[in-house]
């Protein structure tokens, strides 16, 4: 990325977090555009701005007043009746356009606010260009490499991981010594890894002997995937207070938070940390489908809620 | 069942505790031979006896002198070196018989040990018949039927259980609007109703809108089947506390502890309480597995440890 300053205009979720440490970690001179009242309130902590949906035109001034020269939306924005928003004059002067696009649907509708931004000047980022670095590399990312016993697991946990994802249950799996300790679903990654933490000491390992693997990775759908696995710190300390030996991702399929520091505790920890590339997969996510961080398919005006 | 007396010979797990339960519930008289130290502290409530694996004649003359006519083998017995057992008089008497069974595999071994107690002049009841009580019904069992929202969920979850099943994860899923909340795997049916409890009320029901459904049902796997998903009443109160509508097993594929209790706590709390008829499964089951709720496969001499 290059060293133009950077308007993150965030709508929900982890995504625009993720987005604003890493341009704080690598020096990229940013500023946040929260989107109220969707953005996550951990992203008041940068510098940035709070505006509700319709106050477009506050929005741009508040970026170029902040020196952006280039903007990237982030994050999900839920849908709303336009009825119902507080529309500035920067906002009524793009209705024309919005309202011709959103009967075409959301990616439509997408465009037309993109458009609106190039139009006022702004050079627009995709968003999978500006996550790009957080992707999960691959290889083994610290100093432990995964042994036979290591790769079995994590195969088995892959494998799992894989129908569970095809069942739309969640992303995550435990497994050790090839028994699935626990399975994902709509608990959370830091709490599946709390009770894992708390089964039987004869079923998984332990600080001084680490056995069995968490592995998270997207789930096969067709539709564009809006929901990469991301894993951080808090992943790593959960994996190691339940004993486990380490924590693989998809290469390409999930978001690391925080990179440097995930690598320092994960060795700190003993725990290995690694992205596979990803195998055969049934579904074209290969040529068609890549990752999509923008508010695609849940669009600013009018989109599909979660 | 008759109203003969019956001596049940009690290894590990949950099962004889069923038994000896179901017994005193229905006012059939029987007297618990625990095999120590494999069986539930449990029995101890129940009128008995508790000897170590080796005491085969001092077991047989307790169940004599508490006028036991019939018995039944029931519960798990690890593997056990036949060298670290102190072995009474009865028995040694036995060894010949075992000894030519055992090379022969684990059924031998179990008949071996059965053909001694009807030597003995004990009449042997099948594990199976004698748990016959115990499976699950077809049908709603209680005030509560199941809406075609319930149905929906019912069948969502049987599908995830019966993948899940299949990749030896677990028997329990948790679906509430066709989204699955939670995937059991070595946690344990009570851990995971107490997190769906814990989840946000947006996802699930509550006491005064019950939504949702658990589901438990047995693993396709080809061995006989020695688990069978159980429930009781713990399990309604989990539900309930989860905000549940009711739960849901296979005609034939659950054992129902405490039956009646059961029936009036889901009444009580105002959940269904169901068990379907088993749909087309890709396994042989049908025909030729049958629920074994004997030790076989984990006989009582030098059997396969769980």
Known sequence: MSAAKIGIIAGGGELPILMAEHCAASGRPY???RISPFADVALEAHPGVSLG??????????LRAAGCEAIVLIGQVPRVDPRTLELDAGAIAMLPALLEAAPQGDDALLRAVLGAHEKAGFRVIGAEAAMADLLAQPGAWGAHAPSDAHRQDIARAAKVAAATGALDIGQGVVVCDGLVLAVEAQEGTDLMLARVAELPERLRGVAQSRRGVLVKRPKPIQERRIDLPTIGVRTIEGAARAGLAGIAVEAGGALVARRAELIAAADAAGLLCLASPRPTWASPRARN????FSCRGRSIWGCAGR
Chains 1, 2 share one sequence.
């Open 289 to 292: 489908e890549r990752a999509d």
């Open 53 to 62: 949906l319709g106050a477009m035109g506050a929005r741009m001034d508040a």
């Open 31 to 33: 500023f946040v555009a």
